[in-house]
């Protein structure tokens, strides 16, 4: 297969092989399997520092106050990732196809425009979160413990600090993407390492180590990113305005992803604020199984998510349906993998909870705990790893509103069942709310994907 070409800016073209459906599918199975394996590694760093954390703390106050901050202030930086892979990834890999030098030139105002207003824009998100924070922890209304609350309330200020510095991360990362590099992947890893070695060197049950474990370890990762791309002449200086001709393409599809990220990403919040009305410790047992679940979904829809969209983008500007052919194959094997990977768990789940976290603090009754929620909450895998097949698919076509409607459905869904679950069975009921979430979230984009609209109708099948 012809190797892409790097224009001057250090970003890989498509060759024109690439667009068949043979090549294309190597290349989503190449990028699956280095994806995997860098993620793997991020997430085993990540399973450290969880081990870490829970011989330090176990399921203390410390934690929740440090998990419920840490979650606030993660949505929008989330929320920014998710946009950027849906809008801006598809755009670069497209832009990448014309090779003429005004097109060259175009591209890189767009991303000096770009990065300049990022950073006007995560300055004044991180202040205004910094300042939301003081007003609902000092007003009480999230329902913490006191003590609890007093913590998070600590924790604030520093914490308010990832927010500029995660959106930064969040868009070099992206670049990185669109380039058809997945080191970033790895680097990822880096705010684990540091927190977990914060936490083991600095001898205190306080939350200290872990809040300037995490502010320093984004930091290392926004300047290890910046140092990569810098090498590959990836960067560009960072300029104010919105004079390049990419900007319109750009905003059509930020609206919707924006409304439609906020909304998946809130159903993290609707469980954060499901689990405080639950006995204390339960916003640490859901966090402690949502970590080891996030080990399995980096193999998966991170790995399947980041080596789709770049072929996705790029083949949809020549032929359509051999994206469709793709996605669809894609998508029911990466649901098989997802029922695989239940049986597997649930057999295992014990094992696991007790090998990562039983020690110290951590004792049998918290491992029974946290197995028992990890166990059904395998439950959202198949459909979670499908759905993301189809999200990287749908966003290559640009239809970002179908997205927009299917994410809407999918959060009041998860908000109704977790209203009614969560009294009623506890965090198990919260992980079956979200199971349901993304079945409702694959069967809808489904269905967005039959609308008579879809771009590939109206293309001939390739020879």
């Given at each position: ?28 199975v ?23 954390v ?8 410390a934690v929740?106050a ?5 979650n ?16 801006l ?10 090779r ?9 105002l ?9 950073m ?6 991180g202040?205004?979160?910094?300042a939301?924070?003081q ?26 600090a ?20 997945h ?14 070695a914060?936490v ?10 872990l809040v ?32 390049a ?7 059509r ?9 906020s909304l998946?990403v809130t159903?993290v ?11 204390v ?8 199984a949502?970590r ?24 949809h500007?020549?032929?359509p ?7 669809e ?41 946290v197995?028992r929620?990890?166990q ?6 198949p459909?979670?790893?499908s759905?993301?097949?189809?999200m ?9 509103r179908?997205?927009?409607v ?16 969560a ?10 709310s ?14 967005v994907?039959?609308?008579?609209s ?5 293309r001939?099948?390739?020879?």
């Amino acid at each position: 297969m012809a190797e892409p070409a790097a224009d001057d800016n250090g970003v890989q073209t498509a060759a024109p092989g690439l667009l068949s459906r043979a090549e294309a599918h190597r290349s989503i199975v190449h990028g699956v399997v280095w994806v995997s394996a860098l993620a793997l590694l991020g997430k085993l760093a990540s399973a450290a520092k969880e081990m870490a954390v829970a011989w330090r703390h176990g399921t203390s106050a410390a934690v929740d106050a440090y998990l419920f901050t840490y979650n606030l202030i993660a949505w929008p930086i989330a929320v920014w990732f998710g946009v950027l892979l849906a809008v801006l990834v598809p755009l670069l890999s497209r832009l990448q196809i014309d090779r003429s030098a005004e097109a060259r030139s175009q591209a890189r105002l767009f991303r000096a425009e770009l990065l300049g207003t990022s950073m006007l824009l995560a300055g004044a998100l991180g202040l205004a979160t910094w300042a939301a924070l003081q007003l609902i922890l000092g007003a009480g209304w999230t329902g913490l413990p006191a003590g609890t609350a007093h913590l998070a309330r600590d924790a604030s200020a520093p914490m308010a600090a990832l927010v500029p510095l995660g959106m930064l991360v969040c868009l070099l990362s992206s670049w990185m993407l669109a380039q058809g590099r997945h080191s970033n992947t790895l680097m990822e890893s880096l705010p684990a390492i540091v927190i977990m070695a914060s936490v083991l060197l600095w001898p205190s049950r306080a939350i200290g180590p872990l809040v300037w474990g995490t502010v320093a370890g984004f930091g290392l990762q926004l300047a290890c990113l910046t140092l990569a791309l810098r090498r590959q002449n990836g960067i560009v200086p960072p300029r104010l305005g919105l004079r390049a001709s990419h900007w319109p393409a750009f905003w059509r599809g930020f609206g919707p992803m924006l409304f439609s990220q906020s909304l998946l990403v809130t159903a993290v919040l609707v469980d954060q604020f499901s689990a405080i009305h639950l006995p204390v410790g339960s916003v640490a047992t859901l966090s402690y199984a949502n970590r080891i679940l996030a080990l399995l979904i980096a193999v998966g829809v991170t790995a399947v998510s980041r080596a789709t969209l770049p072929v996705f983008s790029s083949a949809h500007a020549l032929e359509p349906l051999v994206v469709k052919q793709l996605a669809e194959r894609w998508a029911w094997m990466m649901f098989g993998a997802g029922l695989l990977v239940i049986a597997g768990g649930w057999l295992l789940g014990g094992l696991v909870v007790r090998l990562l976290f039983e020690n110290g603090a951590f004792g049998p009754s918290d491992t029974a705990s946290v197995t028992r929620v990890l166990q059904h909450g395998l439950l959202q895998l198949p459909f979670y790893f499908s759905g993301i097949v189809m999200m990287s698919w749908l966003s290559a076509l640009g239809r970002y509103r179908g997205i927009l409607v299917v994410s809407a459905g999918a959060l009041a869904l998860k908000i109704a069942a977790n209203f009614w679950l969560a009294p009623r069975v506890g965090l198990v009921g919260i992980q079956w709310s979200t199971a349901a979430m993304h079945a409702f979230f694959l069967l809808g984009l489904q269905v967005v994907m039959l609308w008579p609209s879809a771009g590939w109708r109206q293309r001939r099948t390739p020879p």
